[in-house]
């Protein structure tokens, strides 16, 4: 099992930029990626960004490229998001998500954590 906890979530004025981490732990020595992904009510989770787990090949959805950046620390075993020109449709629980070699979706998931952009 992988474990996955957020931080960094909280509250941003418009324009403004924060900082999302999640820590994986537990088995990931067969991991193949991670991503952010953010939800808000009665809508569906929407994928973001994705890097490999070594760090390479990110990726980004139309909708946060050019402002939000993924990256990884192999050494912390960790993945950020840095999140700049925050809009208040940025409002939404923010969820770290990884992959394993062997799946075809993000299989772990952390517990999410509340971004909330103020107008």
């Known amino acids: 099992q992988v474990q996955l906890v957020e931080s960094g979530g909280g509250l941003v004025q418009a324009g403004g930029s924060l900082t999302l981490s999640c820590a994986a732990s537990g088995r990931t020595f067969n991991m193949r990626s991670m991503g952010w992904f953010r939800q808000t009510p009665g809508k569906e989770r929407d994928l973001l960004a994705t890097v490999s787990w070594s760090g390479g090949r990110p990726q980004y959805a139309d909708s946060v490229k050019g402002r939000f950046t993924i990256s990884r620390d192999n050494a912390k075993n960790t993945v950020s998001l840095q999140m700049n020109g925050l809009k208040p449709e940025d409002t939404a629980v923010y969820f770290c998500?990884?992959?394993?070699?062997?799946?075809?979706?993000?299989?772990?998931w952390g517990q999410g954590t509340q971004v909330t952009v103020s107008s």
């Open positions: 998500a990884a992959r394993s070699v062997d799946s075809y979706e993000f299989d772990y």
